[in-house]
């Protein structure tokens, strides 16, 4: 059982940035790939970004690249989502969320273990 906990949402004006953070209750946080969703209200859960368990492959959803940034600490049981230039569209729910493979998969059933939810609001 992984247990995680998300942290650092908050409100914000465009242009701004955030970090959120998700501590893991596992030792064995590291072989885990990890990833951070976001869902909107109305719409579905989608994928924003994936590492893999060693942090050396990412994945970026077009609508963030160049402007999200995930890492990960396997000393520390924590990922990471720095969030630079945010955007009014970025407003949403952000999980974060485990599933055991070397790389983080695209697809939401992949992930068997997730976070409660951490509101971020961007204000125009």
């Known amino acids: 059982q992984v247990q995680l906990v998300e942290s650092g949402g908050g409100l914000v004006q465009a242009g701004g940035s955030l970090r959120l953070s998700c501590a893991a209750s596992?030792?064995?946080?590291?072989?885990?790939?990890m990833a951070w969703f976001r869902q909107a209200p109305g719409k579905e859960r989608e994928l924003v970004a994936g590492?893999?368990?060693?942090?050396?492959?990412?994945y970026y959803a077009d609508s963030v690249k160049g402007r999200f940034t995930i890492s990960r600490d396997n000393a520390k049981n924590t990922v990471y989502l720095q969030m630079n230039s945010l955007k009014p569209e970025d407003t949403a729910v952000y999980y974060c969320a485990a599933g055991p493979y070397n790389l983080a998969p695209l697809s939401i059933y992949e992930y068997d273990y997730w976070g409660q939810g951490t509101q971020v609001t961007v204000s125009s």
């Open positions: 596992r030792r064995t946080f590291s072989n885990y790939a």
């Open positions: 590492i893999s368990w060693s942090g050396g492959n990412t």
